[in-house]
């Protein structure tokens, strides 16, 4: 069951790259964050890998303005613009920024809504399902068996906790996303996939992380 998933999921993702869909990924858990960073950095692709900010979606046109201000500012301060404020008011804008720009800043410039997301652990980011269900986002993701399979459009049985289960999954699913942008002629990172992921269909990985699956 898991190989059958994983090839719809990698086929969808696929298809989703080549028409021009965003897919933002989200990995908050330790074990998840360096892999997703890595791949949505290959794929071009906007990520989280710290906390979900409520209302990313569902209040997505306020946060943007929020993040709008915060971009200005932090571009006031690389300039040395910050001077009209007072040196207390400057520090607290440089810990802001800081922590926006640790929490966000895989996202900054992701203008309108993404048509799907990829999430690592469901259970720990359940509000940011709940947002993507709430407006009609795709939801990829590993599924394990305290996650609710409803809640995904492509659900990927299989142990959310497992580091390598964790990494194959990924790579098949996001690899095969950046491929559908290549073929499309979409920008993607200079980090090209090896031709044994850019094609959804390689079965190798996907057997590999259904019995990974398995055995966590």
Same mark, same amino acid.
């Given at each position: 069951?898991?190989?059958? $998933?994983?090839? *719809?999921?990698? $086929?969808?993702?696929?298809?989703?790259?080549?028409?021009?869909?965003?897919?933002?990924?989200?990995?908050?858990?330790?074990?998840?964050?360096?892999?997703?960073?890595?791949?949505?950095?290959?794929?071009?692709?906007?990520?989280? /890998? $710290? @906390?979900?900010?409520?209302?990313? %979606?569902?209040?997505? &046109?306020?946060?943007?303005?929020?993040?709008?201000?915060?971009? =200005?500012?932090?571009?006031?301060?690389?300039?040395? $613009?910050?001077?009209?404020?007072?040196?207390?008011?400057?520090?607290?804008?440089?810990?802001?920024?800081?922590? %926006?720009?640790?929490?966000?800043?895989?996202?900054?410039?992701?203008?309108?809504?993404?048509?799907?997301?990829?999430?690592?652990?469901?259970?720990? &980011?359940?509000?940011?399902?709940?947002?993507?269900?709430?407006?009609?986002?795709?939801? %990829?993701?590993?599924? &394990?068996?305290?996650?609710?399979?409803?809640?995904?459009?492509?659900?990927?049985?299989?142990?959310? =906790?497992?580091?390598?289960?964790?990494?194959?999954?990924?790579?098949?699913?996001?690899?095969?996303?950046?491929?559908?942008? @290549?073929?499309?002629?979409?920008?993607?990172? *200079?980090?090209?996939?090896?031709?044994?992921? /850019?094609?959804?269909?390689?079965?190798? @990985?996907? /057997?590999?992380?259904?019995?990974?699956?398995?055995?966590?």
């Amino acid at each position: 069951q898991s190989e059958a $998933q994983l090839k *719809e999921a990698a $086929q969808a993702a696929y298809e989703l790259g080549k028409s021009g869909g965003v897919m933002l990924l989200v990995g908050t858990k330790k074990q998840a964050q360096e892999v997703i960073e890595g791949l949505a950095k290959e794929a071009d692709t906007p990520y989280l /890998t $710290q @906390k979900w900010a409520g209302g990313f %979606f569902t209040n997505f &046109d306020e946060l943007r303005k929020n993040i709008k201000k915060l971009i =200005d500012l932090r571009a006031e301060q690389e300039k040395g $613009q910050l001077t009209r404020y007072t040196k207390r008011e400057q520090g607290l804008i440089g810990k802001n920024l800081a922590k %926006f720009t640790r929490e966000m800043g895989g996202a900054l410039d992701m203008a309108k809504l993404p048509e799907a997301i990829f999430v690592v652990d469901a259970v720990s &980011d359940n509000i940011a399902v709940r947002e993507a269900l709430k407006t009609n986002i795709k939801v %990829f993701g590993l599924c &394990d068996t305290n996650a609710d399979p409803t809640w995904f459009d492509y659900p990927v049985s299989s142990n959310d =906790d497992g580091i390598k289960a964790i990494k194959i999954i990924c790579e098949t699913v996001i690899r095969a996303y950046a491929a559908g942008k @290549k073929e499309a002629g979409i920008k993607v990172g *200079e980090q090209k996939a090896t031709k044994a992921t /850019t094609h959804p269909s390689s079965g190798g @990985k996907e /057997t590999e992380a259904a019995e990974e699956g398995k055995e966590e």
